[in-house]
Each structure stands twice: as C-alpha cells, then as structure tokens.
C-alpha cells in the first residue's frame, strides 16, 4: 500500500497537487431539543469531490418540561455530549465552487446528563452513533471556504437510543 501511494504522488504529480488538508471549526443551534452544538478538527481532501474529516464535538441539549395534559407532564433530562467524529464528505461539483455536499460517519463518546432538583444523581454514559447529513460549501478565496450543514446523529446512549440533529456554519482553512 505504501508503494502505491509513492506511485501515484510520483507518477502522477496532478494527484499530489491536488491533495490538501484542512482545519475547520463550525457552530450552531440544534433541532428539536432545545441546544447548540460545537464542532472543531482536521480534514485531508484527497481528490476534489471526496473529504476524510476527524474532529471533537460537543453538543448540549437543555432540560424541558412540558405540559401532557391536565394534571401531567413529562421532563426532558438533556445534557452534554462530546464525542470524536469521523466523516466522510462528498462534493459532487468539487470544492472550487459554491455547491451542496453530503456526509455520513460515526462517533463515539460520553454523555453527561444534567444534574437538577428532578435529576439530582450524575450520571455518565458512553455513546455510539451514526451520522449522515448535507451541507453546502462556499469557496472565500483560494484557502478560506465558509460551509454550513445540517446533521442526524441516531445511536446509543447507556442503553436507549440517542438522536441529535445539530445545524452547524463553520470556516476551514486549507494548507
């Protein structure tokens, strides 16, 4: 595998030149639950339309109660979770130009719950989950580019299910 990358650097210097990597950090609301989320990390664009990104995530999900009816309610815990993620995009009309680009991967992690007078025990869960989303990237010059996307996060959350949708804008800067 090592030589074929030597190859390919070497033998077609065009693959080489087009090959970059990327900082990124990015923020944002999220749906439903009431919450923000943020992102931060590494990306390496190995060929125009395709990116391998890696990053932390953090995102917390407010406590809610509402109102079921006449005399009940039903409380929403919320809390933090930060997770490693790792995504792979695909910009189908490349990243020189203003286009949309879709996204799956997965992350792991912990959750933290919040603590309350109705939740008064701390508690700490691991977390597992896929993701898949879209977004659309703006080029802002030849390093600079501007995205925003929208995410579902479904997975495990010390044994229930977990989803998260966050809408994130962020900058990369490509080197």
Same mark, same amino acid.
């Not at 130009?97 to 996204?103: D, Q, S, T």
């Not at 989950?129 to 703006?138: D, H, N, R, S, T």
């Given at each position: 595998? *090592? +030589?074929?990358?030597?190859?390919?650097?070497?033998?077609?210097? $065009?693959?080489?030149?087009?090959? $970059?990597? =990327? &900082?990124?950090?990015?923020?944002?609301?999220?749906?439903?639950? $009431? @919450?923000?989320?943020?992102?931060?990390?590494?990306?390496?664009?190995?060929?125009? *339309?395709?990116?391998?990104? &890696?990053?932390?995530?953090?995102?917390?999900?407010?406590?809610?109660? $509402?109102?079921?009816?006449?005399?009940?309610?039903?409380?929403?815990?919320? @809390?933090?979770?930060?997770?490693? /993620? =790792?995504?792979?995009?695909?910009?189908?009309?490349?990243?020189?130009? &203003?286009?949309?680009?879709?996204? &799956? +991967?997965?992350?792991? +992690?912990?959750?933290?719950?919040?603590?309350? =007078?109705?939740? *008064?025990?701390?508690?700490?869960?691991?977390?597992?989950?896929?993701?898949? %989303?879209? %977004?659309?990237?703006? *080029?802002?010059? /030849?390093?600079?580019?501007?995205? /925003?996307?929208?995410?579902?996060?479904? @997975?495990?959350? @010390?044994?229930?299910?977990?989803?998260? /949708?966050?809408?994130?804008?962020?900058?990369?800067?490509?080197?």
């Amino acid at each position: 595998m *090592p +030589g074929l990358l030597v190859f390919l650097l070497v033998g077609y210097p $065009s693959a080489a030149h087009a090959q $970059s990597f =990327a &900082v990124h950090a990015s923020a944002g609301p999220t749906l439903i639950d $009431s @919450g923000y989320s943020l992102a931060a990390g590494v990306g390496f664009f190995p060929d125009s *339309p395709l990116a391998i990104l &890696v990053g932390v995530e953090r995102t917390h999900l407010s406590t809610e109660t $509402s109102a079921e009816g006449r005399d009940s309610f039903s409380t929403f815990r919320g @809390g933090t979770l930060t997770l490693a /993620a =790792a995504e792979l995009r695909v910009a189908p009309f490349g990243r020189d130009r &203003v286009g949309p680009y879709g996204l &799956v +991967g997965f992350a792991a +992690g912990r959750s933290r719950p919040n603590v309350n =007078a109705q939740f *008064p025990e701390s508690v700490t869960n691991d977390v597992r989950a896929a993701l898949f %989303g879209g %977004g659309l990237y703006v *080029p802002l010059g /030849a390093r600079a580019s501007l995205f /925003a996307d929208g995410r579902l996060m479904i @997975g495990s959350e @010390g044994g229930e299910l977990l989803a998260v /949708a966050p809408i994130r804008i962020g900058l990369a800067w490509r080197f």
